[in-house]
């Protein structure tokens, strides 16, 4: 299969995006990539690969640049470029870890959505303790949403679980304020009406405090609140480590117990660590499209490429394009 | 000053309240306490203290009463009683570990809104990594909630950041998804114009990554956001905190290690330890009502009536009422 891939995205590119291309063809024998950029900045990075072609772009949409019209405007980025790899089918799916709204406005003007899908919606998966992890999505695709959209989002969330992530009958839960049904805000008691009426596996009203427990397979929330979570999820694991870090390093003894729990405590940051969970995926376009975290390393790229190639491999355009027809019928 | 407390309200009730309030006895000699619950239930943890009088009543409010109605319905509950110990000007301040939403709407029913004040909110004080901390609100006190909502919100956490916390002039940021200007949904947008356009210290936008690095001295966000981002924090941290000490836990070695780093993990667990920082206030109503955490122990209880003295000491509705006068001229 085929992967494009924009080089000059995210905080540490072109070095880690690079970094990340290499890694993955070493360990993916049946993915070829495409790798988009400026040829003069990815050049000291690059290693000749018979599976890897680096296309030369002259352009690069910043993380700064308008979301709306960053890929109309530059129409030689890197990021225009991979778009156009997959809406042309000259690539199976493609990834950036570049402006994440911009990749979004991107794919809806360039992929496009798939027929019925209303809103197209960010989802990744997030570590649980209990290391099964769960698919949060909208995670900001869309800062508003209606109660039929955070519905739409159930149903591709429920089909990704089921056929890639192989759960037999995925729970579902509705991100709310409380667990009582009756609980939450204007849309998400709407919401709750739908998704109780719908077909898929609801089991009701989950609480942000009990995410990291496995409390569900799926969990949905409208792009404000989802990216809110998402955020202070990260944040808070990320001010603990700080805190950690800076305990283990306050005495000559505390460092002598940083020695003896070194395996430990590589293994607690692997837990919570989001290069190893792969990068946030556009739900509901006509072909993958996925957005690695703008901080990733080369770890984080190789992850989001393993997992685009298998939303390759299980058809999830397909699939997702099925069932929301289905559920239109 | 006289301060009722709800002796039956919270998961650990009436055990952690009598020790939490007997705590407090000792170290405040200005506060006398009004204990209300039921005699029996709480005589075995009880001790004669001259400025301790408890009273009996014969009803509990209990965690899954209906909110709406529990206080109203309840009339000789422990809930009902401290409010209207304030309400008729018995007591200075009121304290409950019990129903949060009973709690609230009880407030709004018995002890009323201060004039002006179109919401009242539930606020806070949580931990930042530099131990500064900030106040967040509203944490849950209205799920939905319109842009003069959040800007009175944030005149009353200013008001009470710069009278309570003596902070000069109080940074206020706006919880949004993002930091630039025109980020957000249709209520962030608005909320953004109207702070924007206001008297108070208005820094822009927040990010909930960066909450517990001290971006700002109060933040202000709906109800459901801010209960959302709340209890993910809180979450994340427990979860954390579990990692860490099953890691500790998992051999011979680590044992040792963590016997080495005893007093940087109580202190790093003091540092993001809610029992710390008191309960949550409900700001703009006509006298302080304090929310304790459903979970607190004595110690939490204990920091919860120091915050009740504090508001007391400072006269923050009457300040809070001035200033919405003020801002309403």
Chains 1, 2 share one sequence.
Do not use: W
């Amino acid at each position: 299969m085929k992967i494009a891939i924009d080089g000059m995205g995210g905080d540490h590119a072109p070095k880690s995006i690079v970094e990340g291309v290499l890694l993955a063809l070493e360990d993916f024998p049946n993915i070829e990539i495409q790798l988009y950029g400026k040829q003069q900045e990815l050049q000291p990075y690059l290693k000749q690969h018979e599976r890897l072609q680096v296309i030369h772009c002259e352009e690069v949409v910043e993380g700064d640049d308008d979301p709306a019209r960053a890929v109309r405007r530059k129409k030689d980025s890197s990021m225009a470029k991979i778009l156009e790899a997959v809406t042309e089918k000259r690539a199976d799916a493609c990834l950036s870890a570049g402006n994440t709204g911009a990749l979004m406005a991107g794919g809806l003007f360039k992929v496009g959505r798939i027929e019925g899908v209303a809103r197209p919606a960010l989802a990744t998966t997030l570590p649980t303790i209990d290391g099964q992890g769960f698919l949060m999505l909208d995670l900001g695709a869309n800062a508003d949403a209606k109660p039929e959209n955070i519905l739409q989002y159930a149903i591709m969330g429920y089909v990704y679980a089921k056929k890639v992530r192989g759960i037999d009958n995925p729970r579902v839960g509705l991100l709310n304020i409380g667990t009582e049904d009756k609980k939450g805000n204007d849309l998400t008691k709407q919401a709750f009406t739908l998704l109780k009426e719908s077909n898929i596996h609801f089991i009701g009203n989950v609480e942000a405090r009990d995410l990291l427990n496995n409390v569900a397979d799926v969990v949905v929330t409208d792009g404000f609140t989802g990216n809110m979570v998402l955020k202070s999820i990260e944040g808070t694991a990320g001010a603990m480590m700080t805190m950690l870090k800076e305990a283990f390093m306050s005495s000559g003894k505390t460092k002598i117990s940083a020695l003896l729990m070194k395996n430990e405590l590589k293994n607690l940051k692997g837990k919570l660590d989001y290069s190893e969970y792969g990068g946030a995926a556009l739900f509901g376009l006509q072909a993958p499209v996925i957005k690695a975290h703008g901080s990733s390393d080369a770890r984080a790229i190789y992850s989001a490429i393993r997992q685009a190639s298998i939303m390759v491999e299980h058809h999830v355009t397909e699939v997702i394009k099925e069932t929301i027809a289905e559920s239109q019928k």
